[in-house]
């Protein structure tokens, strides 16, 4: 077993966790995936599935921004950095299969052993991972607009285009870009 790869800061004071200075929580892998299925089942699939695609791309920008001034990274590069940290925070293993930031902006990720498709393979339709749609947009639009305004590109689409978590495929596969 290895240990995590990412730095974690834990205030003695008020007991706040921190990783480069972003206050952060751990909490069960269940908890996050019943919660998510009680609100999916509460508002229907369709509905949640734009709540979320609208919360998690704001929260991704948001990380975005802060973590290219922490490093000073491009932005191309924090596209990438976002997907590690994620990858090594326990979301899954995402990986950046490819990506065209200029002329036809797009590009596909894919991801092994997503936290849905361990917790809810062949219990729920299937694709399972949709949450992971806003994170994508949120991080392909920084990368493709950053913070600036002005910059708009119009909107960035992205869909789970299969998921492993259909017992079928070894993993899910996202495909992004701004129509
Ligand atoms: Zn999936």
Same mark, same amino acid.
């Given at each position: 077993m290895g240990s995590p790869q990412v730095p974690i800061d834990v205030d003695p004071g008020t007991g706040i966790w921190r990783t480069d200075g972003?206050?952060?929580?751990? #909490? %069960?892998? =269940?908890? #996050?995936?019943?919660? =998510?299925? &009680?609100?999916?089942? &509460? #508002?229907?699939?369709d509905a949640y599935r734009a709540i979320l695609h609208k919360a998690t791309e704001k929260s991704a920008i948001h990380w975005c921004q802060a973590e290219s001034k922490t490093h000073g990274l491009t932005r191309a590069a924090t596209f990438r950095h976002y997907f590690k940290r994620l990858s090594q925070r326990g979301w899954g293993q995402f990986s950046v299969d490819r990506l065209e930031a200029s002329g036809e902006r797009g590009g596909s990720i894919s991801l092994h052993n997503s936290v849905f498709a361990l917790e809810l393979r062949g219990r729920c339709q299937t694709p399972l991972c949709y949450m992971f749609e806003g994170f994508i947009t949120g991080a392909f639009g920084f #990368? +493709?607009?950053? &913070?600036?305004?002005?910059?708009?590109?119009? %909107? +960035? *689409?992205?869909?789970? *285009?299969?998921? &492993?978590?259909?017992?079928v495929h070894r993993h899910c596969e996202f495909d992004f870009g701004c129509p």
């Open positions: 972003l206050p952060m929580i751990y #909490l %069960p892998r =269940h908890f #996050l995936v019943n919660n =998510h299925v &009680a609100v999916e089942e &509460a #508002l229907g699939r #990368l +493709v607009r950053g &913070a600036e305004p002005g910059e708009e590109t119009g %909107p +960035v *689409s992205c869909v789970e *285009s299969w998921c &492993a978590g259909d017992g």
